[in-house]
Every structure is written in structure tokens, then in C-alpha cells.
């Protein structure tokens, strides 16, 4: 009798034990760090992926989790590589107690390769200033998101940049733009919109391809100097981007003319360059810098606890570092409006966040609670549309830190939506999809 | 004209800068018959090693002679560690080692001194001469002037250790004839240490130009892929070769780009480097100063 009891008692406190491991796993959100920490491409890779950790750190630190919920994830190296990417992803998709909750391919090229996996799974393809720029479309993209601003955005609000500078619009007719583009799928995305808006403000457009990775470039600016163009827009990547900046000073062309994309803005891309950099401009949808609340309770709540996941603290602050908050944020704000449609305190499944990413509406008064006025723009997405935010600041490197410059300007939605629509709708068709039925605007 | 003029000379001028890295594979080939897969990477080890000294606050000269005897012990480990048990292995069996090696060097480095990039100076500006540029209208770089100094001065003091020292004598002998430079008592494993010091040191010199054009960063692994082109037509066992075949490449390169880019969308100077050396391999398969290989039958 005594041994039947004392084996119940036993199967008793295993299963107490299961259901208790059980409930600890249903508190847990689990969101995988798919990025890269070495490879050429390692300094975004690693600072991104370090600002998204310790921002799940410092929720888990300072809140207790969303509602109670902590967040929980694994690196996987993907070195910036499709294979490795899509390996990555096989992963850590049914990783418990939901499986991923979304997943930042951080490559465009991985991006792509996940577009109808992360469909058929119902995990969501998160790509913030990055990836398939036509997936704004959310009627025929609905587990992709290109959230806060797409490349076609960004380049809309490149020239708006350069026509303020020149003193209007109607200024730009017989200006010259050559756009420097890394020859790749990613460099030669912003082309049909430059184009666009060259026949439409009449000034014109040089586009000059420089070959991976984009460590010789004297030819392209030989041709430069030959064009003599007013402005030049660098679509750059790891070193083509100082080698670019470098190449400039070589031909006496002004920094202060040359803007770069959010890929050839961080720290990383013009301190390489020394003083040759000085002057140089580039596009943002984050902001450099330590003064604001979010990191700074980063700092208190992570790495005064000696569990910040930068060895290099000086990288605190810097571009990429940002950029990777600001991927924590989204995913922080997509679990949380999840939760509060499908249950406060519980582990939101791909689908569910799915919802609250298509919900997400961080307005300015939520900045405002999260620490984070100025860094990130306010995001409001919906069925419709799965960009967001659509607007870019503009920051200038002083030869030692970015100072901005600008406010957040707006991109020319009414040039670039329609054509994601129209782009999105021929992939439709290809794909044999039929578009969901989202109300415009919400 | 002008323009014609500045591009030709830029792009001699760029050639030197790829010989500079073809250097490395010539000395290490040449010796022990080995295709180094890793002198990319040893560039790479060798500019981050230097320029993570300078950032420590060391004195120029002292992290140089510093990062040198990381490149000469890397030379000295890599004999005895990857070749030595290898010797009499079919080539491709080295070539494979050196593949492994590639991949070794870059881990060690950033794992030793971090993935951040870093910028490079030497007290020369990668900036147009004004007064060339003012009396000709031509945009020569000071620093690429330099560089072609360094790359000259570099061809000259390995032509001098090659013929007039006792070890570059002994190379010699180890490069026409394994067997008869074994057989009046050279030491091979000797040799090769020595050769894989000297192109540790050629690296590093490779490093600090290229590092100071571009960064430092983990993108110099690929000067590699521009010196293969330069090989291939040079000869893969010529020094000067390696100088003939970086101007002819350089040249060649930029002039398509600029002359023929334009007509098929650009980009084309990477892959263009290549047609020209294939051609070459077609009518000259040693290279240019590469040894006519006679075997009898």
C-alpha cells in the first residue's frame, strides 16, 4: 500500500512538475535572433541584433515581461546568407511554447526566400527598412511586413530632401542626381521610383552600378566627375559605403551633396572613411545617440546588471545599436496589442501577433511612455497597409557623431502607393492569390 | 583626352594596388608550389592587428614591428602546423589546406579584435595633387602615388633578397627543383617558414595600403579575388608578373567601365578583369612571365 502511494505521490509531483514546467514555457514569448555576428556584414548583423536583445532584456528586467509574459530567444548565425537564413528559420519555428513568434530575416535576400514560408507557417515576416517594398500591400502580403518606411518611401524623401535644399520642386528641372547603387537586387530597387520622380521634376538621373562588394570604385567616379551631377545618392552596403565616401573626396566632390541610404548611415560606414566623411549626409528611421528615457533604462536595467549583450559599450547609442531598439519596440508593441485582443498574459502564437502587427498603432503619446520621442517615428499600420510609418529624417556626420538635421519628412505616398499596389497585384497574380478585402486606410 | 589620360592612369595606379596582394600568392607559389587561399585573409589579419595596436594608443613603429611578428609567427605555424605534415601530398591537398586556413585567420581575427570596422591614416591624404589638377585638369591621388612607391620599392627589396642573399639563393633553388635543393642539403621546411614570413610581411604592407583606401575591415579578404586575374596573366610564379599583369589588369578594368559599362548597364569591371586573363590563358597559359612547363614524353 505504501509503495502504490509513495509512486502515486510521485506520478503526482511529475505531473505537478510538467504542468508547472508547462506554465512556465506559456509565460515565456518567444522571438528568434536570426542575424549575424561575423562576415562582412557583421557590424549591422551584431549591433541590430544587440539593441533587440537588451530591449526584450530590459522588458523582462523592468516590467516583468509583456503582462507578465517574458520574453525568450535563441541567436542563430545566418551570415547574411539565404541558405543559412532559411535553415535558421526551420529552426526556430516550432520553438515552444508557441513556436517563433515573427521573425527579422535582417536580409533582404532572406526576406524573399521567407515570404511564403512564413505564410503557409502563419509566422510573420517582419522586415523594417528592408525587404520587398510592394509587401506594404498587406491585401496580398498578409504575414509580411516592410514596417516603418520602404525603400521606394525613402527614396521619395531623398528627393524632397534635395529639392528643399535647392529651393523648391520647380528648382530641380535640369538638375543632375546620380544615384551609386551596390549591383544587386537591393541596389537596384529604388530605380523605378527615382525614375519616376525624374520625369516628373525634369532633373536628370545617372544610375552608376559598382560591383560586389564595392571595394574599388574609381571608375564610377571618374564617370562622376565627368557628369559633374548636383547630387549623389549612395545605395550602399558594408564597404562599398566608405570606399564610396573616400572615392568622393578623391574627386573633390562635396560630402555635404551625397546622401546615402539607411544602409550607408551608421557609424560604422563613415568612420572608416576618417575625415573624408565629414560633411556626409544620410537617411534615417531611427536616430543615433544615448539621451533618450529607452536607453537609458537599457543601461539601468541591463547592463548595470552586467548583462548588456555589447562587449564594446561605445557602441551603445550608435546607429545599428538603435535600429535593433527599435526592432525590440515593434515586436514588444505587436505582443502587447496582441495580447490585449486574445488575452492579457498569455504567450501570443505567429497568428496572433500577426493581428497586432497589422494593429500596432504607437502614436505619439506612446513614444512618449516608451522613452522613445525622436528616436522612432509614430507607427500606425493596418490590413491595408503594412509600411506604417513612411517617413525618414535626414543626419549629417560632424567627423565624430550624426547630428540631425531635419524633421521627419514624409514620402510621396501618393507616388509610391500606387505603385506597390500595382506591383503586388501582378505578384498575385502569378502566385495565384486572391487578395484579402481590407477597408483603404484601415 | 583628358579624361581618357585620367582614367588610364588611375586605373595603372589602381593595378598597383591589386599587385600589391598578388604579391603574396607569387612569393608563397614560387617556393613551395602552394596556391595560398589564405592571403586575403592574412591581409586581413595583418591590417586589423596593426590598426587595433594604434587604436590601444602604441606608438606607429612599434605596433608595425609588433603586428609583423604576429605575420612571421603566423608564417612559422602555418609550415609546421598545415604544411609540414603535408608535404608529398598532391597539390590540391595544400590548396585545400589553404582553404582551411582562409577560414581559420578570419575567425581568429575577429574573434581576437572584434568585427567593427576601422579607419586607417598615414599621414597621407587619399586626395587630389591641386596643382595637377588646376595646370591639367587631371585628378591624380597623392596616396596613389604613394602606394605605386611602396608597391616599387617592395618588387625592388624582394628582387635583392631573391638574388643577392644566401636564402633568396636558397628559394631560388627550392622553386626550379625540390629534390636537388634537398639533395645539397637545403632545408625545405626552413624555406617555406621563411617564405610564409615574407609574404606575412607583404600582406601586412598590402593591408595598411588597401586599409587606408577603404577601412579596415572584414571586405579585405576580398583584395584576394582582384589579385586572382592579375595571377593568372602575370604568371603565378613572376614578381614582376605580379606588377605587369596588376597595371595591365587595372588599366584594362577601368577603361571597360567607363568606355564600355555605359553600353550593358554597368558593373562590369569585376568580371571584365577575368575575360581579360582568360583570354591571356588562351594564348599564354603560363602568363605572361610565368615558366613554360616542357614535359617529355
Known amino acids: 500500500m505504501k509503495r502504490t502511494t509513495l509512486a502515486l505521490a510521485c506520478i503526482a509531483l511529475a505531473a505537478a512538475g510538467y504542468t508547472g514546467t508547462a506554465a512556465a ?57 539565404n541558405g543559412k537564413g532559411v535553415e535558421c528559420y526551420e529552426r526556430s519555428k516550432k520553438h515552444p511554447p508557441t513556436g517563433a513568434t515573427l521573425i527579422h530575416p535582417l536580409s533582404t535576400g532572406i526576406t524573399y526566400s521567407l515570404i511564403e514560408k512564413g505564410t503557409a507557417d502563419k509566422i510573420p515576416i517582419v522586415s523594417i527598412g528592408y525587404g520587398r517594398t510592394s509587401a506594404a500591400d498587406g491585401r496580398v502580403f498578409p504575414y509580411v511586413f516592410p514596417l516603418i518606411t520602404t525603400y521606394w518611401s525613402q527614396a521619395t524623401a531623398m528627393i524632397k530632401f534635395i529639392a528643399s535644399k535647392e529651393g523648391g520642386t520647380a528648382k530641380l528641372k535640369g538638375k543632375k542626381i546620380v544615384l551609386v547603387y551596390h549591383d544587386s537586387a537591393y541596389g537596384k530597387e529604388p530605380h523605378a521610383v527615382l525614375k519616376k520622380e525624374a520625369e516628373r521634376y525634369g532633373f536628370e538621373l545617372t544610375l552608376l552600378a559598382v560591383p560586389h562588394p564595392g571595394n574599388e570604385q574609381q571608375s564610377q567616379w571618374l564617370q562622376i566627375r565627368q557628369i559633374k551631377p548636383n547630387w549623389v545618392i549612395l545605395w550602399g552596403w558594408g564597404v562599398m559605403n566608405p570606399t564610396a565616401i573616400k572615392a568622393a573626396a578623391k574627386i573633390g566632390f562635396p560630402r555635404d551633396h551625397m546622401i546615402g541610404v539607411w544602409w550607408s548611415g551608421a557609424e560604422e560606414d563613415v568612420i572608416p572613411a576618417g575625415s573624408a566623411a565629414k560633411g556626409y549626409i544620410a537617411a534615417g528611421f531611427n536616430v543615433s545617440g544615448q539621451n533618450f528615457p529607452v536607453i537609458q533604462d537599457i543601461k539601468k536595467y541591463v547592463y548595470a546588471k552586467n548583462e548588456g549583450e555589447m562587449e564594446d559599450k561605445s557602441r551603445i547609442g550608435s546607429i545599428y545599436y538603435n535600429r535593433g531598439v527599435v526592432f525590440g519596440i515593434v515586436t514588444a508593441e505587436a505582443v502587447r496589442k496582441a495580447q490585449e485582443h486574445f488575452g492579457k498574459g498569455k504567450s501570443m502564437t505567429g497568428e496572433q501577433v500577426q493581428w497586432g502587427l497589422e494593429h500596432l498603432n504607437i502614436s505619439a503619446a506612446e513614444l512618449k511612455k516608451l522613452g522613445a520621442t525622436g528616436f522612432m517615428q509614430p507607427l500606425k499600420t493596418s490590413c491595408y497597409d503594412h509600411e506604417g510609418g513612411g517617413q525618414v529624417k535626414f543626419q549629417q556626420w560632424d567627423g565624430t557623431k550624426w547630428k540631425v538635421i531635419t524633421d521627419w519628412i514624409t514620402a510621396d505616398k501618393a507616388l509610391v502607393r500606387p505603385m506597390i499596389e500595382e506591383d503586388a497585384a501582378k505578384y498575385a497574380k502569378e502566385k495565384g492569390i486572391t487578395p484579402r478585402d481590407c477597408p483603404k486606410g484601415g | 583626352m583628358t579624361f581618357f589620360i585620367e582614367v588610364l592612369v588611375g586605373g595603372l595606379l589602381a593595378g598597383v594596388m ?31 592587428t596593426f590598426v587595433s595596436l594604434l587604436e590601444m594608443n602604441w606608438n606607429f613603429w612599434l605596433a608595425l614591428l609588433v603586428t609583423l611578428v604576429v605575420m612571421v609567427g603566423v608564417g612559422v605555424l602555418t609550415e609546421r602546423i598545415v604544411l609540414r605534415p603535408l608535404v608529398n601530398q ?103 617558414a621563411i617564405v610564409w614570413a615574407v609574404a606575412g610581411f607583404v600582406a601586412l604592407v598590402a593591408g595598411m595600403m588597401w586599409g587606408v583606401r577603404n577601412g579596415v575591415q572584414y571586405a579585405l579578404t576580398f583584395t584576394a579575388l582582384k589579385a586572382l586575374p592579375v595571377l593568372i596573366l602575370g604568371g603565378f610564379e613572376s614578381v614582376p608578373g605580379a606588377i605587369i599583369g596588376g597595371l595591365i589588369i587595372g588599366a584594362s578594368e577601368k577603361l571597360a567601365e567607363v568606355y564600355l559599362g555605359p553600353y550593358v548597364g554597368g558593373g562590369i569591371e569585376s568580371w571584365f578583369a577575368y575575360v581579360i586573363a582568360l583570354l591571356f590563358l588562351l594564348v599564354r597559359p603560363q602568363g605572361l612571365f610565368g615558366e613554360k612547363i616542357i614535359d617529355r614524353v
Open chain 1, 25 to 81: 514555457q506559456a509565460k515565456e514569448q518567444f522571438v528568434p535572433a536570426n542575424f549575424y555576428w561575423v562576415g562582412p556584414y557583421a557590424p549591422g548583423g551584431s549591433g541590430i541584433a544587440g539593441g533587440m536583445i537588451d530591449y526584450f532584456k530590459m522588458i523582462n528586467n523592468k516590467d516583468g515581461g509583456i503582462n507578465g509574459v517574458k520574453f525568450t530567444w535563441e541567436k542563430c548565425e545566418t551570415e547574411y546568407n
Open chain 2, 18 to 48: 591589386y599587385s600589391l596582394v598578388a604579391l603574396g600568392f607569387v612569393l608563397i607559389y614560387k617556393a613551395s608550389g602552394v596556391f595560398n587561399f589564405a592571403q586575403g585573409a592574412m591581409v586581413f589579419l595583418a591590417a586589423l
Open chain 2, 90 to 192: 598532391p597539390p590540391i591537398t595544400l590548396f585545400m589546406a589553404t582553404i582551411g586556413l582562409t577560414f581559420v585567420l578570419e575567425g581568429l581575427s575577429q574573434m581576437v579584435w572584434g568585427s567593427q570596422p576601422h579607419g586607417l591614416e598615414l599621414g597621407i591624404a587619399d586626395v587630389p595633387m591641386e596643382w595637377l589638377s588646376q595646370k591639367w585638369n587631371i585628378n591624380i591621388s597623392k596616396f596613389d602615388l604613394f602606394a605605386a612607391a611602396v608597391s616599387g620599392l617592395l618588387v625592388a627589396a624582394l628582387a635583392l633578397f631573391f638574388q643577392k642573399t644566401r636564402i633568396g639563393r636558397a628559394l631560388r633553388a627550392v622553386a626550379d627543383d625540390h629534390q636537388a635543393a634537398l639533395a645539397v642539403g637545403i632545408s625545405l621546411q626552413h624555406i617555406w
